[in-house]
């Protein structure tokens, strides 16, 4: 008996250790979320991991002392190397691969004379294994070879175009392959400097815009000149980070701060102008919502951008310790990270580059280097970016299809899918991939291709058989003989009220005139018109196009759709016949409601005819959509007012108060009904408590 208790406590201990030690595991799991932005809505979705810190370096670790407050870093193929600019230590370090140093740069000759660097920021390394560094404490630029020699100093252009008053003081450097030198400059709002190999100002480039509203304007038209120039939402906000793309293109970051672009991310091609693809759905701004959630607050603030390959840029959130990974269409892919200490956390990137797939931030705040590596579910979607771009549809398909496998929610897969699909001339399914992503931009497009390829294989036999029908038509009539066909059927009076019905939206003043003097129309007809108009709606929430629906949710409530239908058709004869009653208005609370009936037959048609247009109709072409919609509660609106007017025998200004009143008397009704509503649900709570406090006792 005592063993069998021994071995239950043993094993209750075993399940508790073990327990704990799985409970341990957990809480050493990646600090921070990966995440996206769903087209749909706008909405974070999470996402699979994409990337893991690998190493996290001190100063020690490199073997040399702390770091303090390090601005960039670049990581260069050309000299197997990267370099951090330790700008508290005014020093530039150059370490190896195995994170090992291989220099420190913090002395130099100067033309015979010892220099020194003062507050180092931005640093870059052309493809001929040049060091450029932006010496921002000394105002200028310098360059270095392989073995750090001074080759040139860069100061302030000698140019009348560059402006006496403008500073020249380098913080980020970026040198394309011909030799220009990009220099963004603290304090400069014209843009970009860009420099020749020589020294020699060549302009400014992708200069920052404004949007100022109507009420700035108008302050700003009021003000004094002092006044204007210290308006911060006027001044244009200066870039923060460059890097350069495969072709040469300069990426360069704002911070948004006074911007109202849509993206924090511009693409200056050679000819100085942004070239750079952004989303409808999701903009190029870093978090869209949660600015002031938990202990960050503020909106994203692009501090730095690196390019990677294929198209796909990295770009550093310096508020909100994030990465943010963006596609050359302007697409979200991923973004992680998170402020704080544990490993992988960081709080504030200040300077990012990329090693093949790896990135390496640096961290100003916590003196350390950071290297993320990407997880199988990163590269597979580089993969599928990289066979994409260089048209291996196929193979691309394969990896998205590894995407959607690890991640089911990752509407980016089915973009990638969509956007093969169209290459390859598959309109219909790349318009349901499109569809499962929730973008209706791309949709559109694919719905244009669908579209011409059906009416390219319809046209001919669709336009011969027009021309036989109408050639048939036409011989018909020249040689119908005239004779007169004696009706011995009956009318069926619910048939004729009906097409009265048709008759009256065309010729309303006549048609409503028989309703009351001829005794044509029935309420029966007007609830069959109001079936109708209850079934067009439901048909319209069901089969509206995908490009039109309001909600990607397509859960329609019956009884919701039938109060919608029938409330504000009910409220409008309530009140217009309690005052009409009150205006000696001839019409009855029948009559009223025979003519509202029979007056929304257009809102049935413009619902058919909108949800048939919904389903053909592209992105430019919604318009029509609306115009349809608009035109059918105009004509019904024109129609009620007609039969108002016939009904109580008004004249048409006395029309027009009537129905302005109405709807006053509409509004107090609703008013009235939810005070009802409230009352009543207050003396059911208190009888609920008084009868349990009488139960109780």
Known sequence: MRKIISFFIVLILFITITSVSVGAISTNQTPYTTYTYSYANQDEQLSTQSYIASKVLYGEDLGTVALKNPKDIFISDVNNCYYISDTGNDRILTVDFNNILINELKVFNNNGNEDMFSEPSGIYADKSGYLFIADSGNNRLLKFDKEYNLIREYKKPDSTLFGEDVPFKPISVAVADEGNIYIICEGVYQGVVEIDEQGE????????????????????????????????????????????????????????????????VKRINLGGNDVIRTNSKISMTGDLRNYNSGSITGRSSFNDVCYISDGVFAVADITRSRIFFYSEDG????????????????????????????????????????????????????????????????????????????????????????????RKNEYKSAMQSFKLANNKEYYSSALKGYRKSILEKIFIPTFISVVVISVFIIIRVLTKKEKKIEDKGKNIPLLEDIEHGFYLILHPFKGYGDIKYEGAGSLTAGAVFFLLYFASLIFKSFSTGFLFLESTENNVNLLFELTKAAAPIFLFCLANWCLTTLMDGEGSFKAILVSVLYAIIPLIISNVLCTALSQVLTNEETGFYYVVSTVGYIWTFALIAVGNLTVHNFTMTRTVLTLILTVVVIAIIVFIGFLFVNLSCEVYYFAKEVILEVLNR
């Open 331 to 422: 697409d979200l892919l991923f973004a992680f990270g998170s402020s704080g200490s544990q490993v992988g956390n960081m709080m504030s990137p200040s300077g990012i580059d990329s090693n093949g797939l790896s990135i390496y931030i640096v961290d100003s705040t916590t003196n350390q280097i950071v290297i993320f590596e990407p997880t199988v579910y990163c590269r597979t979607m580089f993969n599928a970016i990289k066979n994409y771009r260089e048209g291996h549809y196929e193979l691309s398909d394969k990896y998205f299809n590894q995407l959607l496998k690890q991640n089911s929610n990752c509407e980016l897969a089915y973009i990638g899918m969509g956007k093969a699909q169209l």
């Open 201 to 264: 100002f060549v302009g400014f480039i992708g200069a920052n815009k404004t949007s100022p509203t109507l009420w700035d304007r108008f302050w700003l038209s009021v003000s004094t000149k002092q006044q204007r120039d210290n308006m911060q939402s006027f001044t244009p906000v200066t870039f923060t980070g460059i890097d350069l793309d495969e072709m040469n293109f300069l990426l360069a970051t704002a911070q948004l701060e006074n911007n109202q672009g849509n993206s924090g």
